[in-house]
């Protein structure tokens, strides 16, 4: 029988674990490349991009396309990371708190 104060109380243990997995979340670092390594970027678990390393040899000011494409690829392969590791965060702290109900994505909350 469905117990509405024990979900309730599911419910208040979930937002807590959430608010400490997202905290923990700004320590959980990927690393991502682009061009060979000419560029690196580094983000938090919490799609922050913390720093954008790039190799000197590849800045010429009259081919900015090619340093324009590496940075942006370098970047999204950052946040692709930093999402995925964000999401298994996510799963593991709410992963014996809430019943698997089908349907019900922690994505639409803004969560993941």
């Not at 700004?26 to 682009?34: G, M, N, Q, T």
């Not at 919490?46 to 970047?75: F, G, Q, S, W, Y």
């Not at 946040?79 to 708190?97: F, P, S, V």
Request: proline share 3%; hydrophobic share 45%; aromatic share 2%.
């Amino acid at each position: 029988m469905f117990n509405f104060g024990d979900m309730m109380g599911k419910i208040q243990e979930m937002q807590s674990r959430l608010k400490a997995v997202r905290e923990e979340m700004e320590d959980i670092l990927v690393d991502a490349e682009a061009g060979g390594g000419m560029v690196r970027v580094t983000a938090n678990a919490n799609r922050r991009i913390l720093k954008i390393e790039i190799d000197p040899d590849i800045v010429d000011k009259n081919d900015l396309e090619i340093m324009n494409d590496l940075i942006t690829a370098a970047v999204n392969k950052a946040l692709d990371k930093a999402e995925a590791r964000g999401r298994e965060e996510l799963e593991k702290a709410t992963k014996n708190i809430m019943p698997n109900l089908p349907g019900f994505d922690l994505s639409k909350l803004g969560l993941t």
